[in-house]
């Protein structure tokens, strides 16, 4: 029983190890198709919005959880469950703003950047932008539009890595005349 155990821990590590080498060849790939860490940047947020587009689907079918009702519901979600789900991580929520409308998302360990030291010559980059994009995606096809930012990663010496979210609006279905 221990042995079946062992080869599923074994397996999961494996998967988990060859998407983070995976991911840092893609972005090695990219820093080298682009002039400027600004444009990998953008082209890392704009890939990880198209997954979060197509990814909320998946984890709305597998995780059985009903519409948010606040932006606080929405935070605790996407901490507790998203990041668990699909990075094995449980980054913790706080600074909340006093309006309730921006927070912080805490990881204290950041699986896409294992085995990664940016060189000096990319100092501007932002290693991980594509969790930026999936967030952004992923809550727009439930109608909110959120400014996703890192504020704080390991790789540059913080001591951990923190990522920023504002609640910017609710975006109202457009259907189609007749269709309310």
């Given at each position: 029983m221990s042995r079946q155990s062992n080869r599923t821990t074994d397996s999961k590590?494996?998967?988990?190890e060859l998407f983070t080498l995976t991911y840092g060849a893609l972005v090695t790939q990219l820093c080298k198709d682009y002039e400027n860490d600004e444009e990998v940047n953008k082209q890392l947020d704009k890939m990880g919005y198209n997954i979060g587009v197509r990814l909320i689907e998946d984890f709305l079918a597998r995780s059985n959880v009903g519409r948010c009702q606040d932006f606080r519901e929405t935070a605790d979600v996407i901490a507790k469950n998203a990041f668990k789900m699909y990075l094995g991580i449980t980054p913790s929520v706080t600074n909340w703003s006093p309006a309730g409308d921006e927070f912080s998302l805490i990881l204290e360990s950041n699986p896409l950047v294992d085995f990664v030291e940016l060189p000096d010559n990319h100092n501007t980059l932002v290693y991980s932008n594509l969790l930026c994009g999936v967030l952004r995606g992923a809550?727009?096809?439930?109608?909110?539009?959120?400014?996703?930012?890192?504020?704080?990663?390991?790789?540059?010496?913080?001591?951990?890595?923190?990522?920023?979210?504002?609640f910017i609006k609710r975006i109202e279905e457009n259907l189609p005349a007749g269709d309310e």
């Open positions: 590590k494996m998967n988990a809550l727009e096809m439930v109608q909110m539009a959120v400014d996703v930012k890192f504020v704080q990663d390991t790789l540059r010496g913080d001591g951990v890595t923190e990522i920023r979210m504002k």
